[in-house]
């Protein structure tokens, strides 16, 4: 019985859903509206998951790029510093902490 690696878009979709449901929670604890945190997460999606489309296809091209792209960490990283400029100063300051709190362990 042969062992069949996950494929690449489920390691970065599932990723995405932990991280996801994590920040959320700490959104929520900073009291930021539960309709800001829905549209900070929609943003964060949307940009992450765009990504994960170019990394599977160049994946799928040469299994040997997983070395050259970011892991789903950095990805979700990644996004949040790209959408914490457009949110309120509650949710901005929660995302900056969090994105540095990420860099430092990565």
């Not at 690449?8 to 930021?32: F, I, P, W």
């Not at 296809?57 to 040997?64: A, G, L, T, V, Y």
């Not at 960490?73 to 949110?87: G, N, P, T």
Request: with cysteine; proline share 6%; hydrophobic share 40%.
């Amino acid at each position: 019985m042969s062992h069949r690696p996950k494929p690449v878009r489920d390691h970065y979709t599932e990723s995405l859903a932990v991280n996801s449901k994590n920040l959320g929670r700490q959104l929520s604890a900073e009291s930021v509206p539960r309709e800001e945190i829905q549209r900070i997460l929609d943003s964060i999606s949307r940009l992450y998951l765009a990504e994960t489309e170019k990394i599977v296809r160049e994946c799928e091209k040469d299994m040997m790029a997983l070395e050259r792209v970011p892991n789903p960490l950095r990805l979700f990283v990644d996004s949040i510093a790209q959408v914490k400029s457009a949110v309120s100063p509650a949710a901005s300051e929660l995302m900056k902490r969090y994105v540095s709190a990420w860099e430092d362990w990565m």
